[in-house]
């Protein structure tokens, strides 16, 4: 079964750092790029940015460049996204997503990891 | 703020037929191919339309795509109470370089 499995809930303060993680499995981890997507409570969903396993090339929404950092270890089939300080404003529900179709600009998002809660408060 | 525009809200009792816009621009759905995902509450979204018009195994044929120009619609034929829903339009913009989703639209089963 093709799947992406996103690490726990985080409880976190303000200014800590913070690194969640999308597992994938049932297909070729290093062929298929994944995605990274906001929700804020009661909000619309937002595109953070495109990460591919295989080298590691990345696209970032300019909504979130220099904000979040996103990497991928393709030896645990891994995706990461990571925030050196967080602050209340990031408090939202990520999810991770993979990219099907040849090329990004044709690409839908057809598998989803099922949601990691972030809460940032003091 | 997101690029494409939907309206808000959608209703219809059951088996009706509810139509959702997504409005866009030269640069994303009118040189790309649109997207369309269902929310479920409390689920993560769910591919429902892919290319414009190509539904996905498992998806039932009362969920149709179309795209014209710079826009793009999300028809539901049969309207059933399970498809009460958050629905998002996305697709890529080539001046942003990146995905973009769209406002987002809830449809009420009356």
């Known amino acids: 079964e093709v799947q992406l499995v996103q690490s726990g809930a985080e409880v976190k303060k303000p200014g800590e750092s913070l690194k969640i993680s999308c597992k994938g499995s049932?297909?070729?981890?290093?062929?298929?790029?994944i995605g990274w997507v906001r929700q804020m409570p009661g909000k619309g969903l937002e595109w953070m940015g495109i990460?591919?396993?295989?080298?590691?090339?990345?696209k970032y929404s300019p909504a979130f460049q220099g904000q979040v950092t996103m990497s991928a270890d393709k030896s645990v089939t891994t995706a990461y996204l990571q925030w050196s300080s967080l602050q209340a404003s990031d408090t939202a529900m990520y999810y991770c997503a993979r990219l099907t179709g040849t090329t990004v600009w044709i690409g839908s998002f057809d598998i989803w990891g099922q949601g990691t809660m972030v809460t940032v408060s003091s | 703020q997101s690029v494409l525009t939907q309206p808000p809200s959608a209703s219809g009792t059951p088996g009706q037929r509810v139509t959702i816009s997504c409005s866009g621009s030269s640069s994303n759905i009118g040189s790309n191919t649109v997207h369309w995902y269902q929310q479920l509450p409390g689920t993560a979204p769910k591919l429902l339309i892919y290319r414009n018009n190509q539904r996905p195994s498992g998806v039932p044929d009362r969920f149709s795509g179309s795209k014209s120009g710079t826009s793009a619609s999300l028809a539901i034929s049969g309207l059933q109470s399970e498809d009460e829903a958050d629905y998002y339009c996305a697709a890529w913009d080539d001046s942003l370089n990146g995905y973009v989703f769209g406002t987002g639209t809830k449809v009420t089963v009356l």
């Open positions: 049932g297909y070729s981890f290093t062929d298929y790029w």
């Open positions: 990460i591919y396993p295989g080298d590691s090339k990345s």
